[in-house]
């Protein structure tokens, strides 16, 4: 175009793609700087993950009172919830209630699946494009995609031939699921798979899990929240609040500050027992400092666990397969379970480890392995998520000078402080690969990402600046601070989405460096350093 041509204004100053927890905060904010916001979200309503994930037993496993927003006192006061670690179906009407109290509905379109988007260079803004060719124009995109929101299926042959049901429970149907007296297979046993497993085993006629690896998994020991106890919590969300800032995973768990050599042997065991029979993370996250560092002290606590395990299993060789033997406890996401190795001592769910005998195919009525034909009723797709960077793959994003944004990414994601990526001006990641949001507790991370995100475009408006990008120089930086957070702990001793391993999506089968694993706190510190010193790392124009 002729460079005298005349610019098209965009039709928005911000399109916000997810109406999940985080795009329901971020148009919020954008809101009350008065700027002209649509959010485009593929569901049919706002929730992401909530509004998605309706499978039995979908529940939080941190605490439902950390993970509410902390921006609204009077929204804080005026929510009860009723659980400890709230179910799905309350925590959507939480979400729901936020975005009619706060009028964001009106700014929202559903059922608007992103397929493209690309930046325009002589305009300066963002197109973006809907399965349907609809397009709409904007100067900001930020992307509220989720991290775990592009659900894989196994690549296994026949899956479209069952002639029963099936599902991957990230795409549960809305309408209820006959369960009862069926035979039922779930596949995989992350913490979505262990969350239906537990929930289901007592309904169902047979349960039949197919399971590749065993995780770690450790009671939730969930219970209601009666009236008085909502009220203490409501009289302390500062203090808890607080609590989760100073955490680095954003929960009310923080790790014991002690060593595990520092503390005798009865001392030790004494915090073991504790931990296993408090509620939610610290059984994770609240253990001696060294525990998920040093390779002996994390042994010693998997051989603690893995008593427990067999403790709990009736069936001694039962037992020996449901407790992991690749990698030490906590190195992956631990499942926070209700009786979950109980129900393998129902006569109705029997474990089948697809290691000795693999799955070959899905066939017309159910699945067979190496050694038989398993038939069943409904089989249920347990098996997880082209996390992090997959929801981003599955939208192909053009930067400048026709950069693809997934061929940028392929051997990982490259960015400056996982909010934005060079060659994709004034595209912001929220909740973005190698941001702090993806290991802490979601909404204690994405709150303080869009605030960072408000400020900076609220720092671009006053200034006149209308385009930015990270510098390449500071994104190779972020990389390998990034990456050495990773030494820090022996979370890159295990395969999982951690790690950026998925068996199902091709070539992701070698670490990526996905995640900043080095705490909230010093995240929080680098992003307030970097609006400090005027964005440092980043080109205005
Ligand atoms: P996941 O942890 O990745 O687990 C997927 C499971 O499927 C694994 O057991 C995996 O086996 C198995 N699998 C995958 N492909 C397979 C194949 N081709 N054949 C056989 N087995 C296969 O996924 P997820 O359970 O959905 O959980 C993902 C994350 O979502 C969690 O880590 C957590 O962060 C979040 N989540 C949170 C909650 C909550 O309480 N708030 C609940 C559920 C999930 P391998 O282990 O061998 O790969």
Same mark, same amino acid.
């Given at each position: 175009?002729?460079?005298?041509?005349?610019?098209?204004?965009?039709?928005?100053?911000?399109?916000?793609?997810?109406?999940?927890?985080?795009?329901?905060?971020?148009? #919020?904010?954008?809101?009350?700087?008065? /700027?002209?916001?649509? @959010?485009?979200?593929?569901?049919?309503?706002?929730?992401?993950?909530?509004?998605?994930?309706?499978?039995?037993?979908?529940?939080?496993?941190?605490?439902?009172?950390?993970?509410? #927003?902390?921006?609204?006192?009077?929204?804080?006061?005026?929510?009860?919830?009723?659980?400890?670690?709230?179910?799905?179906?309350?925590?959507?009407?939480?979400?729901?209630?936020?975005?009619?109290?706060?009028?964001?509905?009106?700014?929202?379109?559903?059922?608007?699946? *992103?397929?493209?988007?690309?930046?325009?260079?002589?305009?300066?803004?963002?197109?973006?494009?809907? !399965?349907?060719?609809?397009?709409?124009?904007?100067?900001?995109?930020?992307?509220?995609?989720?991290?775990? +929101?592009?659900?894989?299926?196994?690549?296994?042959?026949?899956?479209?031939?069952?002639?029963?049901?099936?599902?991957?429970?990230?795409?549960?149907?809305?309408?209820?699921?006959?369960?009862?007296?069926?035979?039922?297979? @779930?596949?995989?046993?992350?913490?979505?798979?262990?969350?239906?497993? +537990?929930?289901?085993? !007592? =309904?169902?006629?047979?349960?039949?899990?197919?399971?590749?690896?065993?995780?770690?998994?450790?009671?939730?020991?969930?219970?209601?929240?009666? !009236?008085?106890?909502?009220?203490? %919590?409501?009289?302390?969300?500062?203090?808890?609040?607080?609590?989760?800032?100073?955490?680095?995973?954003?929960?009310?768990?923080?790790?014991?500050?002690?060593? #595990? +050599?520092?503390?005798? =042997?009865?001392?030790?065991?004494?915090?073991?027992?504790?931990?296993?029979?408090?509620?939610?993370?610290?059984?994770?996250?609240?253990?001696?400092?060294?525990?998920? *560092?040093?390779?002996? @002290?994390?042994?010693?606590?998997?051989?603690? %666990?893995?008593?427990?395990?067999?403790?709990?299993?009736?069936?001694?060789?039962?037992?020996?397969?449901? %407790?992991?033997?690749?990698?030490?406890?906590?190195?992956?996401?631990?499942? /926070?379970?209700?009786? #979950?190795?109980?129900?393998?001592?129902?006569?109705? *769910?029997?474990?089948?480890?697809?290691?000795?005998?693999?799955?070959?195919?899905?066939? =017309?009525?159910?699945? &067979?392995?190496?050694?038989?034909?398993?038939?069943?009723?409904?089989?249920?797709?347990?098996?997880?998520?082209?996390?992090?960077?997959?929801?981003?793959?599955?939208?192909?994003?053009?930067?400048?000078?026709?950069?693809?944004?997934?061929?940028?990414?392929?051997?990982?994601?490259?960015?400056?402080?996982?909010?934005?990526?060079?060659?994709?001006?004034?595209?912001?990641?929220?909740?973005?690969?190698?941001?702090?949001?993806?290991?802490?507790?979601?909404?204690?991370?994405?709150?303080?990402?869009?605030?960072?995100?408000?400020?900076?475009?609220?720092?671009?408006?006053?200034?006149?600046?209308?385009?930015?990008?990270?510098?390449?120089?500071?994104? /190779?930086?972020? $990389?390998?601070? @990034?990456?050495?957070?990773?030494?820090?702990?022996?979370?890159?001793?295990?395969?999982?989405?951690?790690?950026?391993?998925?068996?199902?999506?091709?070539?992701?089968? &070698?670490?990526?460096?996905?995640?900043?694993? $080095?705490?909230?706190?010093?995240?929080?510190?680098?992003?307030?350093?970097?609006?400090?010193?005027?964005?440092?790392?980043?080109?205005?124009?």
């Amino acid at each position: 175009m002729n460079s005298s041509a005349k610019k098209q204004a965009p039709q928005h100053d911000a399109i916000i793609i997810g109406a999940g927890v985080c795009g329901i905060y971020q148009l #919020y904010k954008l809101l009350e700087l008065g /700027l002209n916001v649509k @959010v485009l979200e593929a569901g049919g309503g706002p929730g992401g993950t909530w509004y998605w994930n309706r499978y039995p037993g979908a529940r939080f496993d941190s605490e439902s009172y950390t993970y509410g #927003y902390s921006f609204s006192k009077e929204l804080l006061q005026e929510w009860n919830w009723s659980e400890h670690f709230s179910g799905q179906p309350e925590t959507l009407r939480y979400l729901n209630h936020v975005v009619d109290k706060f009028d964001l509905r009106e700014h929202m379109q559903f059922d608007c699946h *992103v397929k493209s988007t690309a930046f325009d260079e002589s305009n300066q803004f963002w197109t973006v494009t809907l !399965d349907d060719d609809r397009t709409f124009t904007t100067r900001f995109l930020m992307t509220a995609i989720g991290m775990l +929101s592009a659900p894989t299926m196994p690549t296994l042959e026949g899956t479209d031939a069952f002639e029963g049901q099936s599902f991957h429970t990230y795409n549960w149907p809305h309408e209820p699921v006959d369960i009862k007296n069926k035979k039922v297979a @779930v596949i995989g046993t992350g913490a979505t798979g262990v969350q239906v497993i +537990s929930e289901i085993a !007592d =309904k169902v006629g047979e349960l039949t899990v197919f399971q590749r690896r065993p995780n770690w998994c450790a009671p939730l020991h969930n219970s209601k929240i009666d !009236d008085k106890t909502m009220a203490d %919590i409501k009289a302390n969300y500062d203090e808890i609040f607080e609590r989760c800032r100073n955490t680095p995973g954003g929960f009310i768990h923080g790790p014991d500050r002690r060593k #595990y +050599s520092e503390v005798s =042997k009865q001392d030790r065991l004494a915090l073991w027992e504790e931990l296993y029979a408090a509620s939610g993370f610290g059984v994770w996250i609240g253990n001696f400092r060294d525990v998920l *560092v040093k390779e002996d @002290v994390n042994a010693e606590y998997s051989k603690f %666990i893995a008593d427990k395990i067999r403790q709990r299993v009736n069936d001694p060789e039962l037992a020996e397969e449901l %407790i992991p033997k690749d990698h030490g406890f906590g190195t992956r996401r631990v499942p /926070l379970e209700t009786r #979950y190795y109980e129900a393998y001592n129902r006569d109705n *769910v029997s474990l089948v480890n697809i290691n000795d005998t693999p799955i070959e195919r899905v066939t =017309k009525k159910g699945i &067979k392995t190496s050694e038989r034909e398993h038939e069943f009723d409904i089989i249920i797709y347990a098996t997880g998520f082209d996390a992090i960077t997959g929801a981003f793959d599955r939208i192909d994003i053009t930067g400048t000078h026709g950069q693809k944004l997934a061929d940028k990414w392929i051997d990982g994601p490259i960015t400056y402080l996982g909010l934005q990526s060079a060659g994709f001006p004034n595209l912001i990641t929220l909740a973005g690969p190698q941001g702090g949001s993806v290991s802490t507790n979601f909404p204690r991370g994405i709150e303080e990402a869009v605030d960072w995100a408000t400020d900076l475009i609220t720092y671009m408006n006053k200034h006149g600046y209308k385009r930015i990008e990270p510098s390449e120089e500071a994104e /190779l930086e972020w $990389g390998e601070d @990034v990456k050495h957070t990773y030494s820090l702990s022996l979370i890159p001793t295990a395969k999982s989405w951690f790690t950026g391993y998925n068996s199902n999506v091709p070539d992701h089968d &070698k670490l990526r460096y996905l995640i900043y694993n $080095g705490g909230a706190p010093k995240y929080r510190e680098r992003l307030t350093q970097v609006a400090e010193h005027e964005y440092e790392g980043f080109k205005f124009e």
